[in-house]
């Protein structure tokens, strides 16, 4: 069974500094690109940042880039996000995601296959 289950979301001062967590159980971890999305109340899901399966390519939201920083820890299973200078319209449940590949190169921002259950982050002006 394939689990992906996010942690370190909570109220922060804008401004303030934030690092999540997902830790993936249930599959090979290097044979996924992993992604990070998220969704406000009366919002679509929204990209966040994405990056492969080796660490060696990422990709980032225009809203959050020079902003928020994705690496993994292969060896840990894990994913994080570090998110720095957080504006309140950064405030939303945050997803980990997962998507198989098979293939070598860069990373995009659909077709994920798994999904975590979100990490409430809120934002206070």
């Known amino acids: 069974q394939v689990q992906l289950v996010e942690s370190g979301g909570g109220l922060v001062q804008a401004g303030g500094s934030l690092r999540l967590s997902c830790v993936a159980s249930g599959l090979t971890f290097i044979n996924y690109d992993m992604g990070w999305f998220r969704q406000a109340p009366g919002k679509e899901r929204g990209f966040v940042a994405a990056?492969?399966?080796?660490?060696?390519?990422?990709d980032y939201a225009d809203s959050v880039k020079g902003r928020f920083t994705i690496s993994r820890d292969n060896a840990k299973n894990t994913v994080y996000l570090q998110m720095n200078s957080l504006k309140p319209e950064d405030t939303a449940v945050y997803y980990c995601?997962?998507?198989?590949?098979?293939?070598?190169?860069?990373?995009?921002?659909?077709?994920?296959?798994?999904w975590g259950q979100g990490t409430q982050v809120t934002v206070s002006s």
């Open positions: 990056i492969n399966r080796s660490g060696s390519s990422t």
């Open positions: 995601a997962a998507k198989q590949r098979y293939g070598s190169g860069g990373v995009y921002r659909g077709g994920y296959d798994y």
